[in-house]
C-alpha cells in the first residue's frame, strides 16, 4: 500500500487558525436557534439575494425597496420591469 505523501503542511500559524475556527464553530453550533429564527434568515438570504443578484442586471431597486415589492405590494412607477424581475427571481429562489 503506498504511502499517504500531502501537498501542504500544517504549520503553526494554521493549526491556530484551524483550531480558532473550530472553537468558532462549536460556539455557534451551542447557540439556541429556533425554527422562528431559522426561517426569518432564510427569508432575509432570500431577499438579499434577490436585490444583489437583479442589481448585478442593472435593477435599480433598493433593498427595501425589494421587500417592499414583495411583501407590501409596493409600485414604482416607471420600474415596472425592475419589480416584474424581483418577483420572477425570488419566486424562482
Do not use: W
Not at 500531502?6 to 484551524?18: E, V
Not at 439556541?32 to 429564527?37: E, F, R
Not at 434568515?41 to 442586471?57: D, G, Q
Amino acid at each position: 500500500m503506498p504511502k499517504f505523501k500531502p501537498k501542504y503542511r500544517i504549520t503553526d500559524s494554521l493549526a491556530k487558525r484551524l483550531m480558532r475556527l473550530e472553537g468558532l464553530k462549536e460556539r455557534i453550533d451551542g447557540l439556541p436557534i429556533t425554527p422562528k429564527l431559522l426561517a426569518r434568515l432564510r427569508e432575509t438570504a432570500k431577499l438579499h439575494t434577490t436585490h444583489y443578484s437583479t442589481m448585478i442586471e442593472g435593477n435599480r431597486l433598493s433593498p427595501e425597496d425589494v421587500e417592499g415589492v414583495l411583501h407590501e405590494n409596493r409600485h414604482f412607477p416607471g420600474r415596472e420591469r425592475d419589480e416584474r424581475e424581483i418577483k420572477n427571481y425570488f419566486d424562482a429562489l
